[in-house]
C-alpha cells in the first residue's frame, strides 16, 4: 500500500486505524517514532505521558511472559501514555491513540499503562501505523480492571511489509470486571507476534476478538490466553483469519482455575493462494465443573458461492471480494455501534483496497 | 429472445442433456416439467453457464448472441436472471449484495417480498425454505433481468409465499402490460405444476432422460402426467415429434 507522506494524507491515513480528529472523542494521545505529537486531555479521563505517571503512580506489574521484547522495553522505554478512568465515571465518548513509525530502520518501544477504577467504563480506539519502509515496534500495554469497570480498547493495525511487531500486554480484571479486546490487523506485516494474557477474577469476563487479514509474506503469529481464576469467570476468544500468501499461527489458551468458569475458542479461518492457518487452541482445566469449548473450521472461497454471486452479474474479482468483505465482518457483542462501524469502515479501506 | 439448438451437456464426462432443443420469444413463459434427474436444472445451469456443466455440442443464442462460452457474469449482465433452486448460505449481508447488483426501486421490492426484515441478515444463513425462495426472488427483482430462469419457485414452500412470490414475478413479467406489449419472458422448473395455478404458462415442455419428448399447453401436459405417469408422455397427443 502506497501511502502519501504530506499532512493531509497522513491525518486520512490515520484515521483509517481509528484516530479521527472529526469524531467526537473524550481525549487523545498520539506519537510519531519517540516523540508525543497530540496529546488532548479529556474532562472525564486522566491522560498523560508514561514517564510522568512512572512518577506519579505506583504503576501495577505486568503479568505476562517477559522476552526479549518485555525486557527491551524496561531498559529503553521511549514514551506511552498511561490512561486512568475515576471510580464510577463513565466516558460515553472513546479515547483515541495512535503510534506512528515513521522514520525507516526507526526501533520504537513503548509502554502503555490503562487504570480503570471500580465501576469506571470506557471505549479506546488504539490505532498504529508506519510510513516507514522497515522498523520495529515493540510495547507493553498493561490493563488494570478494578471491581465492575468495563474497557473496550479497539486496535486497528496498519504497518508495512517490512515491519515487525511485537506487542505485549496484560490485563487483570477484578471481580465483575468486563475487558473487550479487538484486534484488527489487515495490511501486510513482515512478522506480527502477539499474545495478550488476561487474568480474571471473579464473574470477570475477558472477550477478545481478531480480524486478521494476512497477504504478500506476512507473518503473523497472534491469539490470547485467559486464565479463569475466579469463580464463575468468562472468555471467549474468537477470531476470523485469511492468510493469502501468507502464514498465520492462531493461537489461544483458556484455564480454567475456578468452579463454574466458562471459556470458549472460536477460529474461522479461510486460505487463499499458499497461505498457511496453523490453529493451536489449548484448553486447560484444573479444577470440576468449569466448561471449556474450542471449535475451528479452515476452508477456502467457495466456488458455490462464488458462482452464486457471479449469476448475479457481479464479476469474479468483485465477487472474491465481496466474499472476503462477508468474511471479514463481525459484530461485535458489547461494542458500541459506532465502533463495530469503526471496524467495518477500517475493513473497508484496507481490505478491500487492494483486491 | 433464447434459442437453444442440439445442445448436448455433459457432467464429469457422463451426459447428462442430448441434445435438447428450445425456443422462447419476447413475453413467452415456457414451464419445464420432469422427473428427478431428468436434466431440468442442468438446462437452467447450462443456459446461465454454472460449472461442473460442459456444453460438448450445440448453441445457446440469447438475444441473437451465442453465450456457450461467455462467463457467468456476463450472461447475467446480459439479461438472464436464475432464482436458485438450493441457494447457498453466504457470510455476506443481503443488503451488501443487492447494493452491488444495484438497480433502483428495490425498496419495493423488500416490502411486497416481506424481506424487511432480512436485508440485514446474511444471505440465506437460518433462513426457512419459504424465506430462501422469497429471497431469490428478490434478488432476481435487483437484477430485472430480461429471461427469468425460475428452479421450482414453489418447492417447500407454503401457500401464503407462493402467492406473494408470484405476484411479484407476474410484475417482473410484466402481466399488467398486454400480452403484445411483454417483452420479459421466463423458464419455470416445476414438479407439481402448483406455481402455474398462478402464473400463466403458454407452453409446457416435458424432459425426460435428458431430452424434451413433449410440449403442449401447460394444463393438459401436467392433466396426462398425472393419469398416466411421465412414461406415457412419449405418446402424448401433443408430442409433436420436436425432439
Same mark, same amino acid.
Given at each position: 500500500?502506497?501511502?502519501?507522506?504530506?499532512?493531509?494524507?497522513?491525518?486520512e491515513e490515520?484515521?483509517?486505524?481509528?484516530?479521527?480528529?472529526?469524531?467526537?472523542? *473524550?481525549? !487523545?494521545?498520539?506519537?510519531?517514532?519517540?516523540?508525543?505529537?497530540?496529546?488532548? &486531555?479529556?474532562?472525564?479521563? *486522566?491522560?498523560?505521558?508514561?514517564?510522568?505517571?512512572?512518577?506519579?503512580?505506583?504503576?501495577?506489574?505486568?503479568?505476562?511472559?517477559?522476552?526479549?521484547?518485555?525486557?527491551l522495553?524496561?531498559?529503553?522505554?521511549?514514551?506511552g501514555?498511561?490512561i486512568?478512568?475515576?471510580?464510577?465515571?463513565?466516558?460515553?465518548?472513546?479515547?483515541q491513540?495512535?503510534? @506512528?513509525?515513521?522514520?525507516?530502520?526507526f526501533?520504537?518501544?513503548l509502554?502503555?499503562?490503562?487504570?480503570?477504577?471500580?465501576?469506571?467504563? @470506557?471505549?479506546?480506539?488504539?490505532?498504529?501505523?508506519?510510513t516507514a519502509?522497515?522498523?520495529?515496534?515493540a510495547?507493553?500495554t498493561?490493563y488494570?480492571?478494578? &471491581?465492575?469497570?468495563?474497557?473496550?480498547?479497539?486496535?486497528?493495525?496498519?504497518?508495512?511489509?517490512?515491519?515487525?511487531?511485537?506487542?505485549?500486554? !496484560?490485563?487483570? #480484571?477484578?471481580?465483575?470486571?468486563?475487558?473487550?479486546?479487538n484486534?484488527?490487523?489487515?495490511?501486510?506485516?513482515?512478522?506480527i507476534? !502477539?499474545?495478550?494474557?488476561a487474568?480474571?477474577?471473579?464473574?470477570?469476563?475477558?472477550?477478545?476478538?481478531?480480524?486478521?487479514?494476512?497477504?504478500?509474506?506476512?507473518?503473523?503469529?497472534?491469539?490470547?490466553?485467559?486464565?479463569?481464576?475466579?469463580?464463575?469467570?468468562?472468555?471467549?476468544?474468537?477470531?476470523?483469519?485469511?492468510?493469502?500468501?501468507?502464514?498465520?499461527?492462531?493461537?489461544?489458551?483458556?484455564?480454567?482455575?475456578?468452579?463454574?468458569?466458562?471459556?470458549?475458542?472460536e477460529? !474461522?479461518?479461510?486460505?487463499?493462494?499458499?497461505?498457511?492457518?496453523?490453529?493451536?487452541?489449548?484448553?486447560k482445566?484444573?479444577?470440576?465443573?468449569?466448561?471449556?469449548?474450542h *471449535?475451528a473450521?479452515?476452508? &477456502?472461497?467457495? *466456488?458455490?458461492? #462464488?458462482?452464486?454471486?457471479?449469476?448475479?452479474?457481479?464479476?469474479?474479482?468483485?465477487?472474491?471480494?465481496?466474499?472476503i468483505?462477508?468474511?471479514?465482518?463481525?459484530?461485535?457483542?458489547g461494542?458500541? @455501534?459506532?465502533l463495530?462501524?469503526?471496524?467495518?469502515?477500517?475493513?473497508?479501506?484496507?481490505?478491500?483496497?487492494?483486491? | 429472445?433464447?434459442?437453444?439448438?442440439d445442445?448436448?451437456?455433459e457432467?464429469?464426462?457422463?451426459?447428462?442433456?442430448?441434445?435438447?432443443?428450445?425456443?422462447? /420469444?419476447?413475453?413467452e413463459?415456457?414451464?419445464?416439467?420432469?422427473?428427478?434427474?431428468?436434466?431440468?436444472?442442468?438446462?437452467?445451469?447450462?443456459?446461465? /453457464?454454472?460449472?461442473?456443466?460442459?456444453?460438448?455440442?450445440?448453441?445457446?443464442?440469447? %438475444?441473437?448472441?451465442?453465450?456457450?462460452?461467455?462467463?457467468?457474469?456476463?450472461?447475467?449482465?446480459?439479461?438472464?436472471?436464475?432464482?436458485?433452486?438450493?441457494?447457498?448460505?453466504?457470510?455476506?449481508?443481503? %443488503?451488501k449484495?443487492?447494493?452491488?447488483?444495484?438497480?433502483?426501486?428495490?425498496?419495493e421490492?423488500?416490502?411486497?417480498?416481506?424481506?424487511?426484515?432480512?436485508?440485514?441478515?446474511?444471505?440465506?444463513?437460518?433462513?426457512? /425454505?419459504?424465506?430462501?425462495?422469497?429471497?431469490?426472488?428478490?434478488?432476481?427483482?435487483?437484477?430485472?433481468?430480461?429471461?427469468?430462469?425460475?428452479?421450482?419457485?414453489?418447492?417447500?414452500?407454503?401457500?401464503?409465499?407462493?402467492?406473494?412470490?408470484?405476484?411479484?414475478?407476474?410484475?417482473?413479467?410484466?402481466?399488467?402490460?398486454?400480452?403484445?406489449?411483454?417483452?420479459?419472458?421466463?423458464?419455470?422448473?416445476?414438479?407439481?405444476?402448483?406455481?402455474?395455478?398462478?402464473?400463466?404458462?403458454?407452453?409446457?415442455?416435458?424432459?425426460?432422460? /435428458?431430452?424434451?419428448?413433449?410440449?403442449?399447453?401447460?394444463?393438459?401436459?401436467?392433466?396426462?402426467?398425472?393419469?398416466?405417469?411421465?412414461?406415457?408422455?412419449?405418446?402424448?397427443?401433443?408430442?409433436d415429434?420436436r425432439?
Amino acid at each position: 500500500m502506497k501511502i502519501a507522506r504530506n499532512a493531509g494524507g497522513m491525518m486520512e491515513e490515520l484515521e483509517k486505524v481509528g484516530f479521527d480528529r472529526k469524531m467526537a472523542r *473524550e481525549a !487523545s494521545f498520539l506519537a510519531e517514532d519517540d516523540f508525543i505529537k497530540e496529546i488532548k &486531555k479529556g474532562k472525564n479521563v *486522566e491522560i498523560m505521558p508514561i514517564e510522568e505517571a512512572f512518577k506519579e503512580y505506583d504503576l501495577p506489574k505486568f503479568l505476562g511472559k517477559k522476552d526479549r521484547y518485555t525486557k527491551l522495553v524496561y531498559e529503553k522505554r521511549q514514551t506511552g501514555y498511561f490512561i486512568r478512568v475515576p471510580e464510577g465515571k463513565h466516558v460515553t465518548m472513546p479515547v483515541q491513540t495512535a503510534f @506512528l513509525l515513521k522514520s525507516d530502520g526507526f526501533d520504537q518501544i513503548l509502554h502503555n499503562v490503562i487504570v480503570l477504577e471500580e465501576n469506571a467504563r @470506557l471505549d479506546m480506539v488504539s490505532g498504529c501505523m508506519a510510513t516507514a519502509f522497515n522498523g520495529l515496534h515493540a510495547s507493553i500495554t498493561q490493563y488494570y480492571l478494578k &471491581k465492575g469497570s468495563y474497557l473496550t480498547y479497539t486496535m486497528i493495525h496498519n504497518w508495512g511489509r517490512n515491519v515487525r511487531v511485537y506487542p505485549r500486554s !496484560s490485563a487483570y #480484571l477484578e471481580e465483575n470486571a468486563t475487558f473487550i479486546s479487538n484486534y484488527v490487523a489487515l495490511t501486510p506485516a513482515r512478522k506480527i507476534e !502477539s499474545m495478550p494474557v488476561a487474568i480474571l477474577e471473579r464473574n470477570a469476563i475477558a472477550r477478545f476478538y481478531s480480524i486478521l487479514y494476512a497477504r504478500e509474506n506476512s507473518n503473523f503469529d497472534v491469539g490470547a490466553i485467559a486464565k479463569l481464576n475466579g469463580k464463575g469467570a468468562r472468555s471467549e476468544i474468537i477470531s476470523r483469519i485469511i492468510a493469502q500468501n501468507a502464514k498465520v499461527v492462531s493461537r489461544g489458551l483458556i484455564e480454567g482455575n475456578a468452579i463454574q468458569a466458562k471459556g470458549h475458542m472460536e477460529c !474461522s479461518g479461510m486460505v487463499i493462494g499458499n497461505g498457511v492457518i496453523h490453529t493451536i487452541p489449548e484448553l486447560k482445566s484444573s479444577v470440576d465443573n468449569v466448561e471449556l469449548s474450542h *471449535e475451528a473450521a479452515i476452508g &477456502k472461497l467457495a *466456488e458455490e458461492q #462464488l458462482n452464486y454471486l457471479m449469476a448475479r452479474g457481479i464479476d469474479e474479482e468483485e465477487a472474491k471480494s465481496l466474499l472476503i468483505r462477508g468474511f471479514l465482518d463481525v459484530n461485535i457483542k458489547g461494542l458500541p @455501534l459506532h465502533l463495530n462501524k469503526a471496524i467495518a469502515r477500517a475493513i473497508d479501506l484496507m481490505a478491500m483496497a487492494s483486491i | 429472445m433464447l434459442k437453444i439448438k442440439d445442445l448436448v451437456v455433459e457432467v464429469d464426462g457422463k451426459e447428462i442433456l442430448k441434445g435438447v432443443n428450445l425456443e422462447i /420469444g419476447e413475453g413467452e413463459v415456457h414451464a419445464i416439467f420432469g422427473p428427478n434427474g431428468s436434466g431440468k436444472s442442468t438446462l437452467l445451469a447450462a443456459i446461465i /453457464g454454472l460449472p461442473p456443466y460442459k456444453i460438448k455440442k450445440g448453441k445457446v443464442v440469447f %438475444k441473437g448472441k451465442m453465450i456457450n462460452k461467455l462467463p457467468i457474469w456476463e450472461r447475467a449482465k446480459l439479461g438472464i436472471g436464475l432464482a436458485f433452486q438450493n441457494p447457498p448460505e453466504i457470510n455476506l449481508k443481503m %443488503k451488501k449484495l443487492l447494493e452491488k447488483i444495484g438497480k433502483d426501486g428495490l425498496q419495493e421490492y423488500v416490502k411486497k417480498l416481506k424481506m424487511e426484515d432480512y436485508t440485514e441478515r446474511d444471505i440465506n444463513r437460518g433462513f426457512s /425454505g419459504g424465506e430462501r425462495k422469497r429471497a431469490e426472488i428478490l434478488q432476481i427483482a435487483a437484477q430485472k433481468p430480461d429471461l427469468l430462469l425460475l428452479d421450482e419457485p414453489e418447492s417447500g414452500v407454503d401457500m401464503e409465499n407462493i402467492y406473494i412470490i408470484s405476484k411479484v414475478i407476474n410484475e417482473l413479467l410484466e402481466k399488467n402490460k398486454r400480452i403484445r406489449e411483454r417483452k420479459k419472458s421466463a423458464i419455470i422448473i416445476t414438479h407439481t405444476g402448483y406455481i402455474l395455478d398462478f402464473i400463466n404458462a403458454r407452453l409446457a415442455h416435458v424432459m425426460i432422460d /435428458g431430452k424434451i419428448i413433449c410440449s403442449g399447453p401447460p394444463k393438459e401436459v401436467l392433466k396426462n402426467i398425472k393419469e398416466n405417469g411421465y412414461e406415457n408422455c412419449e405418446k402424448c397427443r401433443w408430442n409433436d415429434g420436436r425432439a
